[in-house]
């Protein structure tokens, strides 16, 4: 557990650096001390005991639905939304009222697509799909086999993609959680090829927190993700990796693959903690493919050290503050651990990573943090009583 800890911790406190002091780098002791303090501010950001009411509507609701069971009603509808083949889909079209009762799943025409239940038979609650149709279709497959199986067939369907789809439980005058996912995707023809883009967010909302996932991308030309997650205006944690290039083909596989050659041939790296500092830089995708081809299983120690030197300039990755870097990160050879990360400080002194940085020595108060954090989210989620 306390190894499961560290990692953690380790993960965290990565994406820290220290505060800027006329500009000059700080040693790795004073760096640690303000990369402890920046950490266990943002944990304790985290207040379980303020979201036990949303904890409480999300728990209570998954349990509600352990034993229930849908009537007719819900067979005839689903029955009624059955595409056939050659069928043009929208999601945007299935409505319905949905309720729970004593353990039964009943329907009943709506124009809207909502869920009525209550959580211990006291707490009601109303959980509702909003969906929104762009106009690209996509084709799909679906298996139409008879129900002995005897005779595989399939049936082939046009789906329009929604370009967005919102989902919220209320329960009273607390709302326990809002997912919104919204999709931006581009298809040169109804079939999926190599060269169509696909773009995804998706945000969700529980109490004072939200998790923001702002991009999620892949095209022939770009591959880029970013997101984070925030307590009100406080964005805690945020991070981006944003890759140009183009694809080729590739006649050993015999497949498309992404390349990176004709672009920087490198992908843009930056995480922060609670936008005060954190980790930037480049790490050249291209040059780690060709780098591992071209040594492949290294024959002696001296062809190890130097794959591994030559490894790590393909990483170009920094710890900094306000702009000014503080520490580097890089790879060195072990001889029991074999390619291990290391952490280099402007001072010339060194530290593997994670155990000879961050230890129980130099992040207790990280550890204790986390401790005390897991163990409030196991009291939530283990109390038996929801929606008090």
Known sequence: MKRFLFIIAAAACMTVACKKEENKALSPDKQKSYIQDVCVEAIELIDIDNWKPQANVIKGSVATFDNVKPDKSVDNWLASIEPKDGDEVRLSSITGAFSVSNGNLTYTASDALTLDYSINEVLPCTAKVVIEDSET????????????????????????IPSSITFNVISGEEEGFRLKLGTDIKLAGNEPTPYDSYGITAKVVSGDYSINLTRAYYSPTEIAWASDFSKGNTVIFRGSIKAEGELVWDEEDGDYEPSFKKSSGEAEIEFSLLDKVGISGRVSLDKIKSTIAEYGEPASEDEAKKYVKDLEKCFNLSLTCDGDKQAKLGLELDEKEGIIPVIRFEDGSKYQLPEEYFNEDSFGSVISALESLIGKINSVFDDEEAGA
Not at 137 to 159: C, N, Q, V
């Open 137 to 160: 279709k996509f084709a799909l497959a679906l298996d139409d086999s008879d129900a002995s199986g005897s005779e595989p067939k399939e049936k082939h369907i046009l789906l329009y």
